[in-house]
């Protein structure tokens, strides 16, 4: 009996396993020069270096070379239905598919030469509507409808949009008649079909109100792209998470209220103030009550934003005993309780937290041996970035002052960033691996928006939470003046 208990238990976890991997397999009618690869479109908080919580991970699944191989089979472990990314990259074309997978799907995309190609197995139907309907994101219809940039008014590309989204309605509505489609695909192809129409318009409409200019909208201007979002937009099933544009517009839609209460100038760099994200934290918990997914993913959002756009800690630690209350299983806490807990140690007159990294002549360097004169650290997302418009000042304070460029991008080989430095008078470059990387993050709670610190002389914080400003970063020159003691 013990033996026959023990068997069913086995088919069981293996039956559960199976229902938590689809297969999906890539071939070619004969070899040909192109790669194609499957992505997994998680919607799915992650940390990401430089602002915190991503709410997507794209996840490679699979590469393939067709000139080496014309076969491959992908398990992808998903429990539940997920968007997935096909792209094929050969003879000049690139192209993606979105797809549409289940758990226990067995899908076949054959290649015919070029960029053709063709879905068989189960679901398959569901990725030829797809294929047929709907390209990566609305900004690719853009050139298909004729857009011309330099063209203020493109009133036939607003046509086209509502055409094309009254083609997909009606082709939905005769998928339907021969398919049963699940409802997480409606919940994705409603969502979809409805939120694009009216981010073209809006698009197009901004475009008309600047004039091809970069200036500040009117209120009244302001006002009537904000009505567009609020008359159009509509709160639909939690599954419709899976659509990107629906998520744009959701957050959109939930911070027009606030922003109205609270406005965004430039003073405060466009950033929601404290009042303002904890407004709209409140209003988004209590407009998605019904929608208990649609809650969390706003909840997580806005503390997020409160957790790493805003300087100091009290709001965020208020936002997240409000959301440990809510979320009390919620995997994010932890995240969030660290983070919290360096940016509290990233006080003015606090010892910088020590680090190793190399230089450019592949010699390690300490926190410590920079010390004896003020030291401006810039943390650096991809190459040479803040260099150009710190020249001037480097210029300036060379004598008196350190300059250390990090650099954290994850993967870049040491050898590989090293050409793209010159050495300077008072400037280090200094180049962060993926473990340096991940320490300098829990440290110094590093943040694309505040990308600069600023030391004294003896290694303690003057300012860490020192804003990108432009063209003149006169928050980074006033706490460089400080560091020197002037």
């Known amino acids: 009996m013990k033996k026959i208990t023990t068997l069913i238990f086995l088919l069981s976890s293996l039956l559960s396993f199976a229902q938590k991997t689809s297969t999906i397999t890539l071939t070619t009618a004969k070899p ?16 990401n270096l430089g602002i915190g919580l991503a709410d997507t991970k794209l996840e490679p699944l699979a590469m393939i070379n067709f000139q080496e ?21 050969g003879g000049g074309v690139n192209k993606t598919w979105m797809l549409f997978v289940q758990p226990g799907d ?34 690719q219809y853009l050139p ?25 309605q009606n082709a939905y509505a005769t998928f339907k008649t021969a398919n049963a489609p699940i409802p997480a695909f409606d919940a994705y192809v409603n969502a979809t079909t409805t939120t694009e129409p009216f981010v073209i318009h809006r698009l197009l409409q901004e475009k008309i109100m600047r004039k091809n200019r970069a200036k500040k909208l009117e209120p009244a201007q302001q006002k009537e792209l904000e009505d567009l979002t609020l008359s159009n937009f509509k709160i639909l099933p939690d599954e419709a998470l899976l659509s990107q544009s629906y998520r744009d517009e959701l957050r959109n839609w939930a911070l027009i209220p606030t922003t ?6 430039s003073a405060t ?10 407004d709209v934290y409140n209003f988004s918990k209590e407009k ?15 503390l997020n934003y409160a957790a790493t756009a805003i300087p100091t800690i009290e709001t965020s630690q208020t936002l997240l005993a409000d959301y440990k209350t809510t979320y009390p299983k ?66 300036k304070y060379a004598d008196k002052v350190n300059f250390a460029y990090i650099t954290m991008i994850s993967g870049m080989p040491f050898q590989s960033w090293k050409p793209y430095t010159q050495a300077r008078n008072g400037v280090k470059h200094l180049w962060a691996s993926d473990e340096s990387t991940e320490l300098l993050k829990q440290n110094y709670a590093v943040d694309i928006r505040y990308p600069f610190v600023v030391l004294d002389a003896s290694g303690k914080i003057v300012d860490r939470w020192i804003p990108q400003e432009f063209p003149n970063n006169k928050t980074l020159e006033k706490d460089i003046i400080k560091a020197i003691g002037k």
């Not at 679901?123 to 294929?131: E, G, I, M, V």
């Not at 998605?288 to 806005?302: A, D, F, R, V």
Request: proline content about 5%; cysteine-free; hydrophobic content about 35%.
């Open 32 to 47: 040909e020069q192109a790669i194609v690869s499957l992505v997994l479109e998680d919607v799915h908080f992650h940390p």
């Open 69 to 89: 191989k014309t076969t491959e089979k992908v398990n992808a472990p998903i429990s539940e239905p997920k968007i997935l990314r096909l792209q094929y990259s």
């Open 106 to 139: 067995d899908l076949t995309a054959t290649f015919s030469g070029g960029a053709n190609v063709a879905f068989s197995g189960k679901n398959a139907n569901y990725q030829d509507f797809l294929r047929t309907y709907f390209l990566e994101n609305q900004y």
């Open 144 to 168: 298909v409808f004729g857009y011309k940039p330099s063209q203020i008014d493109n009133k036939s590309v607003a046509q086209q949009s509502d055409s094309l989204q009254k083609i997909r």
């Open 260 to 265: 109205r209460k609270f406005p965004l100038d």
């Open 269 to 278: 760099r466009y950033e929601l103030s404290p009042q303002a994200i904890t």
């Open 288 to 302: 998605m009550q019904s929608h208990p997914k649609q809650q969390e993913y706003l909840l997580t959002y806005w």
């Open 330 to 395: 919620s995997e994010y806490t932890d995240y969030f309780t660290k983070l919290m807990a360096a940016k509290s140690k990233l006080t003015t007159g606090s010892a910088a937290p020590d680090f190793t990294l190399l230089d450019r002549d592949s010699a390690a360097v300490f926190l410590k041996q920079l010390a004896g004169k003020p030291t401006v650290m810039v943390f650096a997302f991809n190459i040479g970035a803040h260099e150009p418009t710190m020249k001037a000042m480097e210029a």
